[in-house]
């Protein structure tokens, strides 16, 4: 409870934050945890309008699909699946780690590395697969 | 030095009383969210772009209408007790109040407005 303890002459020490470390990618793929974690919080406003949008009304339903087939749009549909793609990878490599397993420096990198290089990979192939399923693409 | 008793120290409670409730339900959740996204992303692909008759006609189906209904609840708590994580993590006084209270209203906003159209679609409204 840091707001009712009264000031000290000479404050606490702090352990050892983000400006001191050199960055790591297990830190840095926890950060991008939390960041696209957030990112989903305010994208979930994305599916609730979709679902809103058809039940209101055929022609606030167009319009919607409209702006989300707009290039805009796109981009951000692309970031959303990304960033729930990222979210998962991250979420099944704690549910590992839960266990106590993966824990040695060796896995940690392994998987921290799979994370992002898998969430691009399994991104670019939704999308891959939409672009072929709406003749996008030739 | 600690000043609870064993008893209430087995029952894991902790101090604040929620924090290991607060764990597992954020795993619990997850593991569902896994299960419930991987099948509406299916169906996200094959409905974006797609009229309204189409839409409804795939909601009309109750396992649909259901696995989205259940993937907005597991959905909207698990963003609820995440961000309360980093609200509490990053904001101090009381603005986190405010926050914390602004949270559960937006999960909220979220988790009935969806589940609403989801039924209203899926009555054929």
Not at chain 1, 1 to 24: D, K, N
Not at chain 1, 32 to 59: D, K, N
Not at chain 2, 100 to 108: I, Q, V
Request: glycine residues 10%.
């Amino acid at each position: 409870m840091a707001g009712v303890t009264p000031e000290r002459a000479r404050p606490r020490p702090l352990s050892p934050h983000l400006q001191i470390y050199r960055p790591q990618i297990n830190m840095v793929m926890s950060i991008v945890h939390r960041i696209t974690g957030v990112g989903l919080y305010v994208g979930s406003l994305l599916l609730a309008w979709w679902l809103f949008a058809a039940a209101t009304s055929p022609s606030y339903f167009e319009f919607v699909n409209g702006l989300f087939a707009t290039w805009p749009g796109m981009i951000i549909l692309v970031g959303f699946s990304w960033a729930l793609i990222h979210h998962a990878l991250g979420g099944l490599r704690h549910f590992l780690w839960d266990t106590g397993a993966g824990l040695d420096i060796g896995t940690v990198d392994l998987l921290s590395w799979g994370s992002i290089v898998l969430s691009v990979l399994l991104t670019a192939g939704l999308w891959l697969y939409i672009a072929c399923e709406r003749g996008w693409v030739q | 030095m600690a000043m609870t008793t064993p008893l209430k120290r087995a029952r894991g409670l902790g101090s604040a009383h929620e924090g290991p409730g607060h764990f597992v339900k954020q795993r619990v959740t997850a593991a569902a969210n896994l299960i419930l996204f991987a099948f509406a992303l299916g169906l996200l692909v094959a409905l974006a772009g797609a009229d309204l008759a189409t839409v409804k006609a795939s909601l009309a189906h109750p396992l649909v209408a259901v696995a989205l209904i259940a993937l907005i609840v597991s959905m909207t708590v698990h963003m609820r007790i995440g961000m309360q994580v980093v609200i509490e993590d990053y904001v101090h006084g009381g603005t986190k109040a405010l926050l914390l209270l602004a949270n559960t209203f937006f999960a909220a906003a979220i988790a009935v407005v969806s589940i609403f159209a989801v039924l209203k679609l899926s009555f054929g409204g």
